[in-house]
């Protein structure tokens, strides 16, 4: 026999962003995520040659996209 205690929430809003407030209250709020860690990823394979790989740290750099994690 399976024993145990559920608990419900119910959320009344008014409103869909008011939901996710009083949600975001029982259950806490995301934390922060590291800029680096959106979107953007450098492989090393595909390269000519190191010339061509210099040229992409340049460009990067120039562009101020981070080269590490």
């Known amino acids: 026999m ?3 205690i ?3 929430y119910f959320f009344s809003g008014p409103t869909p962003s008011q ?3 009083q949600y975001s209250e ?3 709020k995301p934390a922060w ?3 680096w860690a959106f979107g953007y990823q450098q492989c ?3 390269y000519e040659g ?3 790989l210099r ?3 340049r460009r990067m750099n120039d562009s101020r996209i981070p080269l590490e994690g």
Do not use: P, T
């Open 26 to 28: 029982v259950v806490g």
């Open 6 to 8: 559920l608990d419900f």
């Open 50 to 52: 190191v010339s061509e």
């Open 33 to 35: 995520q590291n800029a």
């Open 19 to 21: 939901v996710i407030e």
């Open 44 to 46: 090393r394979w595909g």
């Open 2 to 4: 399976l024993g145990g």
């Open 55 to 57: 040229e992409v740290v």
